[in-house]
């Protein structure tokens, strides 16, 4: 690395640590906002109160809605009769089944399959029957007491094993319809491939013979446990349906497809719907495509007034989780550990309803590879349908669960070889520059380099061997920024400077929108505080697809970016024609040009043509990755988002404790446009990494959810923080976004749970390879060793 400094602890009160490596700071690179750590803007509003979620909505006359859930894993619904309940004072709609008509009423992603409330029949405990819009929510609970539904119980698929059985029961009878999109060399898909698999997704290059070579074949199973988003803010909808027009305040990530989504739903023009999405107090995945908003839509359609439909935290557990997957990996290495090839199967456990499992299937698939080298590689990924909670998309999106098994098998491998698992990943690891896949977009993150500073920051080379203690490493690898993902952006100023960034990615803590406010600051070269994010209402918004795959800084960033010096370029060109001179020779700062040491306040100049009103010049930028026929997934991927983990635990023989002593966790960002958010990010990422790897586990029985509520699901608290957490923020200076910047927040993530299990690999020479690694499985597998 070129240079690097360190920074102040974390704050956890534990000892923690920060360090930011690579390609030099804001005083060292010319610019003046970007890579400094500026204040977000929206920290007052949020630490004050002030902030206005969704859940803060308040309209007058507002109604509150609440849904009757079904009590069966799957049955059949005989009846619905809502009399009672319609009759309640207090009630002014209520949904069922019976008030589809007209509507193309289920939704999903790649198929459509997931009801608005249930029609023929429900497939798992949760899932919605009816719905009421009432004065309170108490008065609502009440009727939903009064709707009687008569229901003939059929057998429940609780498990993967249970699904695939050949006497397993067949979710659904009558295929939904559904799309498989186009990809290219050596990519392929399935709708439906055999009973209750809603999706498969297959990858293959390489010649096939290359296993002939191999002098080591290992086959391993590995198993990914469920975990539940937790955002802290629940899903929320405010809908007012006044005529035609339709207008929600929603906590979502997608505003666009949803958009799109719910129109086809309503069979409405896009134009009659308008999305407004205030902050979002957290998503991690879960708030995309149709949640709570058909529902609210519906019912204030029915009931002429504004309703609020908010989940509680329990009724979040039934909506959507992350996947379950068991995973098979068959690899084949030669005698010094040079890898060869590898062969995957991966069966991602999908729920009740589709939703956005086939794009999950794509990435865990297209992922198993790893960040290494192969002459042949197979993979293939299908999605089990389950009579448990729906699955979607989740932080790390697939890659999880690739790089649990792949990192996990990695450090296996070395160990029957004689190999220090850190020799074997250097061994094998791609360069920069090196294409992932024939086709697929080069890595742009040394990877080698960035191991060294995970265990140079570990200590690992200079370990003590100590009884019960050991360390592990790991490499988190994606392809980030999305397939297909287009973003517009418009950045407008006023005539006194003052500049409005609006575009469509969410605020969902995550620090987009000062960073992309950074970026156009540094471009107009105005103060950070003269620039405001605009509110996101989908009828001026610029398009944007979505705020997903770490895509803010690279996708979003480069709209944004060409936004930016679109305007710059006009206000130049604009006072080079009032003073005489070509544009070349202004440079724009303080919302005033200058020409060699003279200096000319704009406000004066465009008051002089455009009279009191004054003038708003106004620019548009548009980023979208080109497609290819040879990149597998339809185009090459706009950046690989990189992590790198490393662990030292001690393990209690006793009773199977996992202790995590040291976690240090970093990713490569390319450029921080902001150090502080990165640094967030990172560490954010890194501590939900520990509680996938330690405490997180969905537990069902017979497709019962047995820990769906707060006090029951065991997250990370501070004090289960390590003794010594160290994040490091690499800047390698790669990155395709604007001054080299790349997504960051789920990288940190990917790689944490398998460093772990690698680390108590190596304190105890017992592999676990079931997540979390609970106590119980720790100490099973001690006592099998």
Known sequence: MSEGHAAVGAGTGQSAGHAAVGAGT???????????????????????????????????????????????AHARVVSVDATRARALNGVHAVLTRDDLGGLSPTYGYFVKDQPVVAIDRVRYV???????????????????????????????????????????????????????????????????????????????????????????????TFVFSRMNHFHLEPFVTVADVRGEQIEIWTSTQNPFPLRKELARVLRVEENRIRVHVPYVGGGFGAKHNCKTEPIAILLSRMAGRPVRYCLTTEEGFLTLSQHSAVLTVRTGVLADGTFVARDSTVLLEAGAYSDGSPLVAEKAAYRMPGPYRWKRVESSCECVMTTTTPTGPFRGFGATQSTWASESQVDMIARRLGMDPYDLRMKNLKELGEPFVPGESGIDSDLAEGLDVVADALGYHARARTPNRGMGLAIGFKDGGGVN??????????????VYVNCGTVEIGQGASTALCQVVAEVLGVPLRRVVYAPINTDVTPFDQGT?????????????????????AQVLEFAAGRLGCAPADLTLRDWAVRRGDEVTPLPGLIMAVFGGTGFEFSGSGFFKAPNSPEAPLDAPCVFWEIGWA???????????????????????????VNTLICRGQDEGAAVMGLGQALFEEMRFDGGVLLNGEALDYRVPMAEDL???FVSITQEQGHGPGPFGAKGAGEGAMVPVAAAIANAVHDATGARISALPLSPERVFDALRAR
């Open 722 to 724: 390590p003794e010594r």
């Open 646 to 672: 490393g662990a030292e635990v001690e393990v209690d023989p006793d009773t199977g404790k996992v202790t995590v002593l040291q976690l240090v966790a970093s990713g490569d960002v390319g450029k921080a």
């Open 126 to 220: 949760g899932d919605v029957v009816a719905a009421v819009a009432a004065v309170d929510e108490r008065v609502a609970l009440r009727a939903l007491e009064l709707i009687d539904v008569v229901y003939e119980p059929l057998p429940a698929v609780p498990d993967i094993d249970a699904a695939l059985a050949a006497d397993a029961p067949e979710l659904f009878e009558e295929a939904p319809p559904g799309v498989v999109p186009p990809y290219g060399t050596g990519a392929s898909g399935r709708l439906r491939p055999r009973r209750n698999v809603c999706y498969e997704f297959r990858y293959e290059t390489g010649p096939e013979d290359a296993w002939a070579e191999c002098d080591h074949v290992f086959e391993d």
């Open 26 to 72: 804001a005083q060292g690179d010319g610019h003046a906002v970007v890579g400094t750590a500026a204040r977000r803007g929206d920290a007052a509003p949020k630490v004050t109160g002030g902030a206005r979620y969704s859940a803060d909505v308040r309209l007058p006359g507002m109604l509150h809605a609440k849904v009757l859930r079904s009590p069966h």
């Open 485 to 498: 993902k287009p973003a517009q952006a418009r950045v407008k100023v006023s005539t006194a400077g003052d």
């Open 548 to 568: 997903n795959a770490s895509s803010g800084m690279t996708v979003m960033g480069q709209a944004v970016l060409r936004a930016a010096e679109a305007v710059r």
